[in-house]
């Protein structure tokens, strides 16, 4: 039995160790901002908090979660008045929108551990974080709005 934390709430799993946490979160606990793309860890669509770091959910197996701390996009704040979110809106970051949890996630974790980035670090950061759609300028400009405000 792997016992871990989800968004606050205590989850038990008694099936396949090897099976990918995207999968867990999308078809077993239902939490779909969670983003299914590359499946190998390349564009940071499936990025969550583990044990309070990002980590890409596609790359992590159920079998290594027993005590772990998860945390999704759903449970980085039930208001999206996180920070992070709040910024988003604010710099008019989405377009199509597919990266976006995936992107505020990375975000959030790297504001808790540095505040105080340059645009360069941010931009170095980030780059695990693929956008489609090209607004880096707008995501570059939100983080650092966010950290401002998370000082």
Same mark, same amino acid.
């Given at each position: ?9 205590? &989850? ?9 946490? #995207?999968?867990? #979160?999308?078809?077993?606990?239902? #939490? ?17 908090? %583990? ?13 290594? %979660? ?12 039930? =208001?999206?008045? &996180?920070?992070? =979110?709040?910024?988003?809106?604010? &710099? ?7 990266? =976006? ?8 974790? %790297?504001?808790? *551990? ?33 950290? *401002?405000?998370?000082?």
């Amino acid at each position: 039995m792997i016992n871990f934390t989800l968004n606050g709430k205590a &989850h038990s799993y008694d099936g396949d160790s090897e099976m990918p946490l #995207l999968w867990y #979160l999308r078809d077993e606990a239902g #939490l779909t901002g969670t983003k299914y793309a590359c499946g190998i860890g390349e564009c940071g669509a499936c990025m969550v908090h %583990l044990n309070g770091q990002a980590m890409q959910s596609c790359l992590i197996q159920m079998g290594d %979660l027993d005590g772990a701390m998860v945390t999704t996009i759903e449970g980085l704040s039930a =208001q999206g008045d &996180h920070p992070v =979110q709040m910024a988003w809106k604010e &710099h008019n970051v989405p377009q199509c929108g597919y990266c =976006q949890s995936g992107q505020i996630m990375m975000a959030a974790a %790297l504001i808790a *551990e540095n505040p105080n980035m340059s645009e360069q670090e941010i931009r170095r950061e980030m780059w695990g974080n693929i956008c489609r759609c090209g607004t880096y300028q707008r995501i570059v400009n939100a983080v650092k709005s966010a950290a *401002e405000k998370s000082k």
